[in-house]
């Protein structure tokens, strides 16, 4: 009893000493993985990313994934908005890969990476997994879990100027009438204004006077610097 109680006092003190490793799956309860994947942002400048990924068995090669083709996808994916995403690559039968991926064209933001993984034999996924970018190495390169983009892409314009007149349509005096045009455009800026009185020539000019009793009828749009033009629209205003 005394000599079993002396290994004891001896084995603990060398497992608090940290001389001692004991395998996780003993002393936690926890599952190896199979497979090791790495994931991380091996390029970030300008509008762009670059995701750099491994993939390899933790040891022998599961049976399970042997002869099974090896299909990945990865995403970047900002702070705030929506995720860019890949297509899924299959990269036939094989049990490691090493590839990059590269996004272009994105916003200012701060970004992470995923990357999707997945075997498939036949129509069945017969082991998957998915692990966010951190700072390691992975594909021979080193790099970071997260990109920040200063610049990004520029937004492109693609809605036409808001327009319209003051006073408004059914506007009644007598006199004269000088209409003016509130027109805004919130990218590449307000380029053109035309309007005509009573199908007249088309002049240009963010007011017109309209002069004349009776009825008369305006005819108005706008243009921006991108070219997206304003739908033609109609104001009636009677001259007494």
């Known amino acids: 009893?005394?000599?079993r109680a002396?290994?004891?006092t001896v084995a603990a003190a060398i497992v608090a000493a940290g001389s001692l490793m004991v395998p996780a799956q003993v002393t936690g309860g926890h599952r190896?993985?199979?497979v090791t994947a790495v994931a991380t942002i091996a390029a970030c400048g300008g509008e762009?990313?670059?995701?750099?990924?491994t993939i390899t068995p933790a040891g022998p090669a599961p049976r399970r994934i042997r002869g099974a083709s090896l299909r990945i996808r990865f995403e970047a994916a900002p702070l705030y908005g929506r995720t860019r995403r890949s297509r899924e690559f299959d990269l036939g039968r094989t049990t490691s890969a090493r590839r990059f991926q590269r996004f272009s064209g994105l916003r200012a933001?701060?970004?992470s990476g995923l990357l999707r993984y997945r075997w498939v034999r036949r129509s069945r996924t017969v082991l998957s997994g998915v692990v966010r970018t951190r700072r390691a190495r992975a594909a021979g390169r080193r790099g970071n879990a997260h990109c920040s983009l200063r610049v990004g892409r520029r937004p492109v314009d693609t809605e036409p100027p808001f327009i319209t007149p003051a006073p408004g349509s059914g506007h009644r005096q007598a006199g004269p009438i000088d209409v003016r045009f509130l027109v805004h455009d919130d990218l590449s800026g307000v380029a053109l204004v035309l309007s005509r009185v009573d199908g007249g020539p088309f002049v240009r000019g963010r007011a017109v006077q309209i002069s004349g009793a009776g009825t008369r009828r305006l005819e108005y749009f706008a243009r921006d610097a991108a070219g997206n033009q304003s739908p033609p629209a109609v104001a009636t205003y009677v001259i007494e």
């Open 109 to 111: 933001q701060t970004y």
């Open 1 to 3: 009893m005394a000599l």
């Open 48 to 53: 762009s990313l670059t995701i750099a990924s």
């Open 32 to 34: 190896e993985e199979p």
């Open 6 to 8: 002396c290994h004891t």
